[in-house]
């Protein structure tokens, strides 16, 4: 797995060069839409013009910042308005403004619901269960993560069998949902499942799963698709988040991050890329942004890689390469075509260990650049030369 | 003794004409590996350094006793390949490939689960028992057998473990590579029993990375272990931050930091290493205590 995808899945942080595929709510809704869950009526709008158009169709609304972000109520984010006038007044204050950091360019106006409970229902990939879950809760709503365990329903359908609707059923009676509703919610639940199939969806989910008026509706979606299935996938509408740099990091199959620090990082996988980012802090270093070359690295994307990281004007490049299925030749070789096509204004300090690593090393050698075998000695020198010293 | 893989298992390799394919088979086959056979669907008849390649596993499997198979294959055509080898009949299937969609993941594992059949990865180096099997993309160079078991989620990592254990003189045992993605064959804890039972191993080398539980389940495992068990995680660095959605929250629980991960490993018994480089020196001191 990527580094940047670790951070992201595991502390949240977004950083950049994530290239997780998520979906703006309204997305979202009109995935679920697609398979069979109700949603409120409404429709994103970028313009005031569009806004007052679709308030006026539908009476009193809610208008919902569209960024990828959660608590966006508490942001100030979502707003709500009983005539047209209204909601243009919230749309103008919402449009072109930041939530939780992030600009709002569209705002999703819908049909106010009148909530009379709140749940939680969400499809996704359990690593550690190796299968797809099921979450449900009769607790959903802004706090479900300090939901306590007792009021949370987990299941993992088999994924060769789907989400038989005797199994939706069960969690339906888990939650202890009215009789009258058992069927609807188990519905719901099999097309929530479905998109998250069909889709090749890491997440979908539903919070709050809204029972308004003797209805089940989703207030509110956050899809995830797997970024590896895009290939299959090419249909979904996704936010690119990524900046140039990162579009370009990402073409080469390189995972980019930018941190703000004064060494530029290069190593090939993500664990690897970890530990130097540890061991450069243990030694008093600060990384300037780092690059995940990955496997299997060729000349040209080295190459590539190395313009990159001088693009952040580092005061010293580490690379760390481990070679497995990534050869150290290789690595050597691009090097030194970069080294020549242009010179390098910070001092170099490679590591290169692993396969192929005597050719590897020679070559760097052979062009006069010094190479070490001890990754605790090459940080500790990088450590130095970008502290000035 | 070693686990899951030695000196008498038969290996498949599967998109062995690939230039990734060909040139781990060069360097599997001088490590000693037993490559029998190759697979590449249109290339039947043709040979690698003498090794037979056929269209099918199938055909292969006719021709040849295989215990074991490895693909090279691309990410998208990886599910329909894991799949063909477990039909097969083939009980242990090594994933190299990246980048396959975890839905297809998702579908290697519990097809493997049905039918008995261990997945190594995907998305890993693969699996070394020193001195007797290698299959994967390791440089022949980092192991030399002995009494250190390790299972590792992270490749470069282990290869700095590993080479630097060998450096010290100290060797391995069998060495595994879970893989790096989200879903993957085998756990920590599947491998740690491998290893306690393990006549050759002494000790035990886990390393890890922040994120998932996999640590923290194989605390509650090492408990009970009557074998040494030193750890890496890494990650330290990571800033906290926050996350879209809940599932992942509800899912962990709290669970999946590294200072959870470490404080859980040390509560079970584990010498953990600050930095990698710092392990092979916490192995030789357990060996020595554990003599």
Redesign the interface.
């Known amino acids: 797995m990527p580094v940047e995808k670790i951070f992201h899945r595991y502390y949240g942080l977004r950083l950049r060069g994530d290239e997780q595929v998520k979906l703006f709510e309204y997305m979202g809704k009109e995935l679920l839409a697609g398979y069979g869950v109700p949603v409120p009526r409404g429709r994103a709008a970028g313009e005031l013009r569009e806004v007052a158009e679709i308030a006026g169709k539908i009476g009193p609304v809610v208008i919902k910042s569209q960024v990828l972000s959660g608590k966006r109520g508490k942001a100030g984010g979502i707003k709500f308005a009983s005539t047209p006038g209204d909601a243009v007044r919230a749309a103008d204050e919402l449009l072109g403004s930041r939530i939780n950091g992030l600009p709002v360019e569209k705002v999703l106006v819908e049909q106010k619901l009148n909530i009379e409970r709140e749940y939680y229902l969400a499809v996704a990939v359990d690593g550690a269960a190796k299968k797809p879950v099921v979450i449900a809760s009769s607790r959903g709503g802004m706090d479900i993560e300090e939901v306590p365990d007792q009021y949370i329903v987990k299941v993992h359908p088999d994924i060769e069998q789907g989400l038989p609707f005797d199994l939706a059923l069960d969690i339906c009676k888990k939650l202890e949902i009215e009789e009258r509703y058992q069927n609807e919610m188990a519905g719901i639940m099999g097309n929530v499942y479905q998109v998250f199939r069909a889709k090749d969806a890491e997440l979908v989910e539903i919070n709050p799963l809204v029972f308004s008026e003797g209805i089940i509706i989703a207030a509110d979606a956050k899809v995830v698709i797997d970024d590896e299935a895009l290939f299959r996938q090419q249909e979904i509408p996704y936010v690119d988040e990524r900046t140039p740099v990162e579009k370009q990091a990402y073409e080469l199959g390189l995972s980019y991050v930018e941190l703000d620090g004064n060494i530029a990082i290069m190593a090939n996988g993500a664990g690897i890329t970890m530990a130097t980012l540890d061991t450069i802090q243990h030694y008093g270093g600060s990384p300037a942004n780092f690059l995940d070359a990955g496997g299997g690295t060729g000349m040209e994307a080295t190459a590539r890689a190395l313009e990159i990281l001088l693009a952040a004007n580092p005061r010293a490049i580490f690379i760390n390469i481990f070679g497995g299925i990534t050869r150290c030749d290789d690595v050597a070789n691009a090097f030194v075509k970069v080294k020549e096509s242009k010179p390098i204004p910070v001092p170099v300090v490679i590591r290169l260990v692993g396969t192929n690593q005597a050719e590897g090393q020679k070559i760097l050698r052979d062009n006069g650049i010094g190479v070490y075998e001890s990754m605790e000695e090459a940080v500790v020198k990088v450590v130095e030369l970008a502290s000035g010293n | 003794m070693a686990i899951i893989v030695n000196e008498h298992t038969n290996v498949l390799v599967q998109g062995i004409t690939g230039n990734?394919g060909t040139f781990?088979t060069r360097?599997m086959v001088a490590y000693g590996t037993n490559i029998v056979a190759g697979v590449s669907p249109g290339k039947g008849g043709k040979e690698v350094d003498g090794i037979p390649v056929y269209d099918s596993v199938r055909s292969a499997v006719d021709h040849h006793r295989i215990d074991a198979s490895v693909l090279f294959v691309p990410?998208?055509l990886a599910k329909g390949a894991a799949v063909e080898a477990m039909e097969a009949g083939i009980k242990v299937v090594v994933v190299?490939t990246?980048?396959?969609?975890?839905?297809?993941?998702?579908?290697i594992?519990?097809?493997a689960r049905?039918r008995g059949v261990t997945i190594i990865g995907p998305?890993t180096?693969g699996i070394v028992s020193a001195g007797k099997c290698k299959i994967g993309?390791?440089?022949n160079?980092?192991f030399m057998p002995g009494p250190v078991g390790i299972v590792?989620?992270?490749?470069?990592?282990?290869?700095?473990v590993t080479?630097s254990l060998t450096a010290l003189g100290i060797g391995q045992s069998t060495v595994v590579g879970l893989g790096?993605?989200?879903?993957?064959?085998l756990?920590f804890v599947d491998v740690l029993k491998m290893l306690e039972k393990d006549a050759q191993t002494r000790a035990v080398v886990l390393?890890g990375?922040?994120?998932?539980?996999?640590e923290e389940?194989a605390a509650k495992f090492i408990r009970a272990m009557t074998k040494p068990v030193v750890a890496?995680i890494?990650?330290?660095?990571?800033?906290?931050?926050?996350?879209?959605?809940?599932?992942?929250?509800?899912?962990?629980?709290g669970k999946?930091?590294f200072q959870g991960k470490v404080a859980t490993l040390q509560a079970a018994g584990v010498a953990v290493a600050?930095?990698?480089?710092d392990v092979s020196r916490l192995v030789s001191e357990s060996l020595r205590e554990a003599m």
């Open positions: 990734q781990h360097q990410a998208r190299i990246e980048h396959i969609p975890v839905h297809d993941e998702m579908e594992v519990s097809f049905n998305n180096f993309v390791p440089s160079s980092f590792s989620r992270s490749g470069t990592l282990t290869y700095e080479a790096g993605d989200r879903v993957v064959g756990s390393i990375e922040i994120g998932g539980n996999a389940e890496y890494a990650g330290k660095s990571a800033p906290p931050g926050k996350r879209m959605g809940h599932a992942g929250a509800i899912i962990e629980r999946g930091t600050e930095l990698p480089m």
